[in-house]
């Protein structure tokens, strides 16, 4: 195991050297989307790509151009030129496709997929991806142990084939997250380390309202209570850090600066 | 609600006339990653755009052209000149950036947006993504109640914007069948039904720092930016009512309240 990877929040991502699935498209059509491809890959971590015989030949001058930083897979692709050659030596493959075959094979769904190939991942995973029009074939999918398949919306599903890629290197990298803590309700996690103690907050309260009393702001009296908790309840709920109450202790400062002299009624 | 739609494996994608998030591009370049993202988004059953100042105004025959299939979504796109008008009628708003902040504000993973989506969704939601260069500002993703971030890899982590809408779009569309089975926790039960418009947060915001100005409270002025932020965060965080909203800004009348006879240097 190499060294990890973290991204921007500190979470472990992968580690370098760690066995990835390959991304297989199957005959291509247009070097923009194989490049566009690339880019989704490597933005989530993967960079193991394979062509089987892609129609405007390899390699693609569109392909480079759209790649852009994520050249590096165009320049280490692999070429076959069937999908058996390209499969060869996996030990577990899906099909990536939006229509429902005849074929008895298992589909796995988007929210299963990343555990199933990391549970797999080490004995040679890929996923086959059609070319833009027509998709795979019958006989390509026949070749996969399962069909991923996502909750296209029926009357526009024909996703864009980068795009396709895109979401599959999304789940891949997000499926590292499960079972540590990431889908458990605390989405708050990891945040704030200096949320400020409740004392703060009471102070910050009392002075508050020790202003508001003199503003005559609690008027019915008998409805102070209530008007309390319509300013303590937000305040509270907004967990606000040390620096923040001593914003807003600056602000009742500044909003109440001799205001007692021209006080009211 | 209208009839259920259904992806091809038979299961229920969304009502017809559910209400659905805003997708929101935020001073968007290229007109081709506008269309790109309208492709994007109808896939996976969304619908609603939402532009603030795009780049080479508006509309953008780029964009159509790369919107195919999907330029009923370039039709009926909103165009705003502000973020703060463009998520007005919105009472939750997440960001979508990569780049950690500064900011004081929580972090929601991928595997429950969707889930805080929906639960949210009745009173009006929206997600702003950032410019192609330089992503979403500070002053816009205080604007937001949370961070919505993507696991990418950190040597390249930046993703092109109609890819990451698709992921978006995606996340949104499987949220639809989680708990199907899956047994999650139902932890947004109770969740408040009249959180208040973003227009009267704004409307709270101007009065307070309009009061805040006229108090000397900005100095020094080149801090203005940061201490705006600073009250701005948490009161967006707390996720108010609209009774907490008229609260609010009764205690600001009520601090200010004469306060401009005394005012001092």
């Known amino acids: 195991m190499g060294k990890a990877i ?5 979470r472990v991502i992968e580690r370098e050297d760690a066995p990835q699935p390959a991304v297989i498209l199957v005959r291509p059509q247009l070097g923009e989307n ?7 890959m490597l933005n989530f971590g993967l960079t193991e790509l ?5 129609r405007d030949g390899w390699p693609n001058p569109a392909a480079d151009a759209m790649a852009a930083g994520a050249v590096e897979l165009i320049e280490t692709a692999k070429l076959f030129e069937t999908v058996e050659e390209a499969v060869a030596d996996l030990s577990y493959v899906l099909a990536a496709t939006a229509r429902r075959r005849e074929l008895e094979i298992p589909v796995v769904g988007t929210n299963v997929v990343g555990r199933e190939m990391r549970a797999k991942v080490s004995s040679g995973v890929g996923i086959l991806f059609g070319p833009e029009k027509a998709g795979l074939t019958n006989a390509d999918v026949v070749m996969a142990d399962a069909i991923l398949t996502y909750p296209v919306n029926p009357a526009f599903q024909s996703l864009n084939l980068a795009q396709a890629v895109n979401v ?16 458990v309700p605390d989405y708050f996690e990891g945040v704030r380390s200096d949320v400020a103690p409740r004392e703060d907050l009471t102070r910050l309260f009392d002075h508050m309202e020790e202003e508001l009393d003199e503003a005559g702001f609690f008027f019915p009296a008998a409805k102070k209570h209530l008007m309390q908790q319509n300013i303590r309840a937000p305040l509270t709920r907004a967990q606000m850090s040390q620096q923040e109450v001593r914003t807003f202790r600056g602000i009742i400062k500044a909003l109440a600066k001799g205001r007692g002299k021209a006080r009211g009624p």
Chains 1, 2 share one sequence.
């Open 34 to 40: 194989i490049g566009a491809a690339c880019r989704g």
């Open 168 to 183: 599959f290197a999304f789940l891949w990298a997000q499926s590292n997250f499960e079972g540590e803590g990431m889908d």
């Open 50 to 54: 394979r062509l089987v015989a892609p």
């Open 6 to 10: 973290k991204d921007q929040l500190g």
